[in-house]
C-alpha cells in the first residue's frame, strides 16, 4: 500500500533555500502542464514542441450514402475548406488546401489507379449502418476511418486524422521515458473490457488487443475460429473510443500461446496491414512469418511502429547462446522495437537475460529498443528489470495473457523494494479560494494506491495572490510533482519567482502546447537527467 498523507498545511513563508533544486548535483528540468497518461509527442521531437505539418498531399474522404457530412467534419477539424469531386481523376493539384468529398460509389471507378503522390484516400465507413465496409474501397484506400454516430465521434477523428497525417507520434515520447508498460486486454469481446477500461489502463502506456482471443459469434450460437475483419475493426473502434492510449495490434498464433492458425501467413498480413490503415499505433509482426511479409509490412507501416515479436515456450531456449543473437539480428531489419519473450528453468537465467541486453547494447548501438522478458513465476524477476514494454496483467481481467505476469503494482512493489522506485513527495497545491472546488486529492490517492507506488502524497494551502509561495514545495529535495488548483498563468511564475525562471538553464520550465496557448498551468512534473 502507498503511503499517502492528505493534510491541510498554512502557506511556508520565507526565502527560497539557496540550494541546488531538489538539493540534487545533476542537472534537472521541470515540465510545467504535463500530458494526461497517454503522452503525445508531435513531430518526434522534444517535450513541449509544437504539432508538425505531416502529410501534405491532398486529403480525400470516401464518404458512404447518407454520410456526405463526414467530408465537412474532416474539414473543420484540420481547418480547411473542403469541396466535392465525382471521382480521384478529377483531383488535382488545384484542389490544394482543400478536403475532397469522393462519394463511395464513384471511388470505387479509380481509387486504384489514384495519382498516390498527390492525394491521400481515407474511406469512412459508419458502423452503424449494420453493414460491413466495401472491400474494394477498404483494400485500396491509404486509411480507413470506422466510427459511430457518438457525442465523441469529433474526438476520436481528431486523433484518428493527427496521427495518420502525421501531426503527432506516440513512439518517441514512449522511448524517452525511463520504463514503458502496456497492459493486453485478453477478453473475447471489447464490450466486456469497456466498464472498466480507466482502472484496468492505471499504469500502462499503451493496451494491446488479442485479435486471436476474439470470438465472433455466429448466427447459429457457434463462435467463428477467426474473427471477421469488420468484428475486429468494430472492436478496435469501440477501443479507441474508450481510451487514449495507444493500441497494440496482435495476432498471436497458435505455437506462441495464441489462436490464430499458422498454416495461412498471408492471412497475418492481410490483418495486420488492415491495423495500419485504421491508423493502431503498433502492430505485433511475429520473427516466424515469411521475410517478405515482414518487410512488406515495414515498408507499408506509414506512422504505425512494428514490434517484432519472438517466443519460446520449450523451455530450451538459452539468453547466452547463438542462436538468441540470431534472432536478435534477424529481428533488427523490420522492427521499430525489438520483444523476444522466452521460459526459464532457473533463476540466474533472469541475469544471463540482463547480461544478453547490455551486450546487444554495447554491439549494436544503433538497433531499435530492446524489450526482453523471462515467463513463469521464476522469471518474474526479469519483469522488473525490463524497461521497454513490459506487459502487465490485471486482477480484473479474465485470464493472463502470458505465464508470470506481474501487475503494475507488483512491479512497482518490487522496484521500490529494490530501492529502483525513490520515494517522491506529491503535492496538492491549492489556494483558499479553492476550498469549496470538487477534491483532486482522492483522485490522486486512489491512483497511487492503485499502482503500488512508494511516494507520498499531500494537500497543502498557498496563498492566492503569490505564486513565489511554490518554490517551498518545489525546491524540496525528494520534490516528484504536483497539481495546482487552481491553475496560475505561467508568466507570472517566471516573472515573479526567480527559482522557476532560473530552471533549464534559465529558460524556465518547459511548457506543453496547451500550456503555450492557454497561458495557464496546472501540473509540475520533475524529470532529472
Known amino acids: 500500500m502507498a503511503a499517502v498523507q492528505s493534510i491541510l498545511a498554512e502557506t511556508l513563508p520565507g526565502p527560497t533555500p539557496s540550494i541546488a533544486l531538489n538539493g540534487a548535483t545533476e542537472p534537472t528540468t521541470m515540465h510545467i502542464d504535463r500530458p494526461s497518461s497517454s503522452p503525445v509527442m508531435v513531430n518526434e521531437s522534444t517535450f513541449g514542441s509544437t504539432p508538425a505539418k505531416g502529410d501534405?498531399?491532398?486529403?480525400?474522404?470516401?464518404?458512404?450514402?447518407?454520410?456526405?457530412?463526414?467530408?465537412?467534419?474532416?474539414?473543420?477539424?484540420?481547418?480547411?475548406?473542403?469541396?466535392?469531386?465525382?471521382?480521384?481523376?478529377?483531383?488535382?493539384?488545384?484542389d490544394s488546401g482543400f478536403v475532397v468529398g469522393v462519394a463511395a460509389n464513384e471511388a470505387k471507378g479509380d481509387v486504384?489507379?489514384?495519382?498516390?503522390?498527390l492525394v491521400v484516400a481515407i474511406n469512412t465507413h459508419c458502423v452503424n449502418l449494420g453493414m460491413p465496409p466495401d472491400t474494394q474501397l477498404s483494400t485500396h484506400c491509404d486509411?480507413?476511418?470506422?466510427?459511430?454516430?457518438?457525442?465523441?465521434?469529433?474526438?476520436?477523428?481528431?486523433?484518428?486524422?493527427?496521427?495518420?497525417?502525421?501531426?503527432?507520434?506516440?513512439?518517441?515520447?514512449?522511448?524517452?521515458?525511463?520504463?514503458?508498460?502496456?497492459?493486453?486486454?485478453?477478453?473475447?469481446?471489447v464490450h466486456a473490457a469497456l466498464p472498466n477500461i480507466d482502472i484496468l489502463t492505471v499504469g500502462a502506456d499503451a493496451?494491446?488487443?488479442?485479435?486471436?482471443?476474439?470470438?465472433?459469434?455466429?448466427?447459429?450460437?457457434?463462435?467463428?475460429?477467426v474473427p471477421s475483419l469488420s468484428y475486429v475493426g468494430e472492436q478496435v473502434m469501440l477501443l479507441r473510443q474508450r481510451t487514449e492510449l495507444p493500441?497494440?495490434?496482435?495476432?498471436?498464433?497458435?505455437?506462441?500461446?495464441?489462436?490464430?492458425?499458422?498454416?495461412?501467413?498471408?492471412?497475418?498480413?492481410?490483418?495486420?496491414?488492415?491495423?495500419?490503415?485504421?491508423?493502431?499505433?503498433?502492430?505485433?509482426?511475429?520473427?516466424?512469418?515469411?521475410?517478405?511479409?515482414?518487410?512488406?509490412?515495414h515498408e507499408q507501416r506509414g506512422n504505425s511502429r512494428i514490434m517484432s515479436a519472438?517466443?519460446?515456450?520449450?523451455?530450451?531456449?538459452?539468453?547466452?547462446?547463438?542462436?538468441?543473437?540470431?534472432?536478435?539480428?534477424?529481428?533488427?531489419?523490420?522492427?521499430?522495437?525489438?520483444?523476444?519473450?522466452?521460459?526459464?528453468?532457473e533463476h540466474n537465467e533472469n541475469f544471463e537475460l540482463e547480461y544478453f541486453r547490455s551486450k546487444m547494447r554495447a554491439e549494436y548501438p544503433n538497433a531499435p529498443p530492446f524489450s526482453a522478458v523471462n515467463m513463469g513465476e521464476v522469471g518474474q524477476f526479469s519483469r522488473t528489470l525490463n524497461p521497454v514494454f513490459t506487459p502487465i496483467t490485471h486482477p480484473l481481467l479474465p485470464l493472463i495473457a502470458a505465464p508470470g505476469q506481474l501487475s503494475a503494482a507488483e512491479i512497482n512493489a518490487a522496484l521500490s523494494l529494490l530501492g529502483q522506485l525513490p520515494r517522491k513527495r506529491i503535492y496538492g497545491i491549492n489556494s483558499s479560494s479553492s476550498r469549496n472546488a470538487t477534491p483532486q486529492a482522492p483522485f490522486y490517492e486512489k491512483c497511487i494506491n492503485e499502482l503500488g507506488l512508494p511516494h507520498q502524497f499531500a494537500v497543502v494551502e498557498r496563498h492566492?495572490?503569490?505564486?513565489?509561495?511554490?518554490?517551498?514545495?518545489?525546491?524540496?529535495?525528494?520534490?516528484?510533482?504536483?497539481?495546482?488548483?487552481?491553475?496560475?498563468?505561467?508568466?507570472?511564475?517566471?516573472?515573479?519567482?526567480?527559482?522557476?525562471?532560473?530552471?533549464?538553464?534559465?529558460?524556465?520550465?518547459?511548457?506543453?502546447?496547451?500550456?503555450?496557448?492557454?497561458?495557464?498551468?496546472?501540473?509540475?512534473?520533475?524529470?532529472?537527467?
Open 247 to 297: 493500441i497494440i495490434f496482435t495476432t498471436r498464433c497458435v505455437r506462441e500461446n495464441g489462436r490464430f492458425p499458422m498454416d495461412k501467413p498471408e492471412l497475418y498480413y492481410e490483418y495486420l496491414y488492415r491495423a495500419i490503415q485504421w491508423g493502431v499505433e503498433y502492430i505485433d509482426v511475429e520473427l516466424w512469418l515469411p521475410e517478405e511479409i515482414r518487410k512488406k509490412l
Open 56 to 94: 501534405s498531399r491532398i486529403v480525400v474522404i470516401v464518404y458512404g450514402p447518407g454520410q456526405e457530412h463526414i467530408v465537412s467534419v474532416f474539414a473543420e477539424v484540420l481547418g480547411t475548406p473542403c469541396r466535392t469531386r465525382n471521382g480521384f481523376e478529377e483531383v488535382s493539384s488545384e
Open 112 to 117: 486504384a489507379a489514384r495519382n498516390r503522390n
Open 464 to 529: 492566492p495572490n503569490n505564486p513565489r509561495s511554490l518554490e517551498t514545495w518545489c525546491n524540496q529535495k525528494h520534490f516528484g510533482g504536483a497539481y495546482l488548483n487552481p491553475g496560475l498563468p505561467h508568466n507570472a511564475l517566471t516573472k515573479i519567482s526567480p527559482f522557476f525562471a532560473g530552471l533549464n538553464g534559465g529558460n524556465g520550465p518547459i511548457l506543453t502546447e496547451a500550456a503555450r496557448v492557454i497561458g495557464v498551468v496546472d501540473t509540475i512534473v520533475v524529470q532529472s537527467e
Open 143 to 189: 486509411y480507413e476511418f470506422l466510427y459511430t454516430e457518438s457525442p465523441f465521434f469529433r474526438r476520436d477523428l481528431a486523433r484518428f486524422i493527427s496521427f495518420t497525417l502525421g501531426q503527432i507520434n506516440y513512439h518517441e515520447a514512449l522511448m524517452a521515458k525511463p520504463r514503458t508498460y502496456f497492459i493486453s486486454t485478453t477478453f473475447p469481446d
Open 207 to 225: 493496451v494491446e488487443i488479442r485479435v486471436d482471443l476474439l470470438r465472433e459469434p455466429l448466427g447459429d450460437g457457434s463462435y467463428s475460429e
Open 310 to 345: 519472438f517466443h519460446d515456450f520449450s523451455g530450451n531456449f538459452r539468453w547466452p547462446s547463438a542462436y538468441a543473437q540470431e534472432v536478435f539480428q534477424r529481428s533488427i531489419p523490420y522492427a521499430d522495437i525489438i520483444k523476444m519473450i522466452a521460459i526459464i528453468n
